[in-house]
């Protein structure tokens, strides 16, 4: 079946506010430069309104918590991010691009320092981070928490290799966004029982 969906024809409005994230790992100057590239074109691809787009990134698993070359990824992937929003207009008076980055913890299991959790934990914190928390491993100062947007209601996530045709935002808000799909959640149950609260096309 197909889920019904509502038409988005002038864009994203502000109650249907957006963030595209990339998770990814800080590995060379060269892949960061082509990650916040690939920033770049799903924004150029993407409809009007209210969409911004984001770096989720790691360093990559040490042995110590700190490595030589940390602040220079970090240094390359920020002034990316800071170009793009030099490049193009700022939605809603908020930064469009955006840089998620998290320190490392010392996992037990694998004897290392990691990203918490890798990916499946940069996308909890960074949930986390939206409704507020202030507890996560991210590494924002408080004028980097202060640009987040307020009220981000739908998170699209792409891996780094991902294309994202024309009009897939779009579609997918639009359908995230109808009435007859909206998620209820039942406390007794503990799930979701009616609607989505992921959709995966």
Do not use: C
Not at 42 to 67: N, R
Not at 153 to 159: E, G
């Amino acid at each position: 079946r197909l889920p019904p969906a509502l038409a988005l024809p002038d864009g994203v409005p502000k109650h249907l506010r957006t963030l595209i994230v990339i998770p990814t790992m800080l590995t060379t100057r060269e892949a960061v430069e082509d990650q916040v590239e690939r920033l770049e074109i799903h924004y150029l691809a993407s409809p009007k309104g209210e969409l911004h787009f984001a770096l989720l990134s790691d360093w990559v698993d040490a042995e110590t918590e700190h490595l030589e070359n940390d602040a220079l990824l970090l240094a390359t992937a920020a002034e990316g991010i800071a170009q793009l929003n030099r490049r193009y207009a700022p939605a809603g008076g908020v930064p469009r691009f955006l840089l998620f980055h998290r320190r490392r913890v010392w996992n037990e299991g694998e004897a290392r320092w990691i990203g918490w959790e890798r990916k499946r934990g940069k996308l909890h914190e960074l949930n986390e981070l939206l409704r507020g928390e202030t507890d996560t491993t991210f590494i924002m100062s408080e004028q980097q928490l202060s640009a987040v947007p307020a009220d981000i209601r739908y998170v699209i996530t792409l891996d780094a290799d991902t294309r994202l045709p024309r009009d897939t935002v779009l579609r997918l808000l639009g359908k995230m966004a109808h009435p007859l799909n909206r998620p209820r959640y039942d406390p007794h149950q503990g799930r979701v029982v009616e609607g989505y609260a992921v959709l995966q096309p």
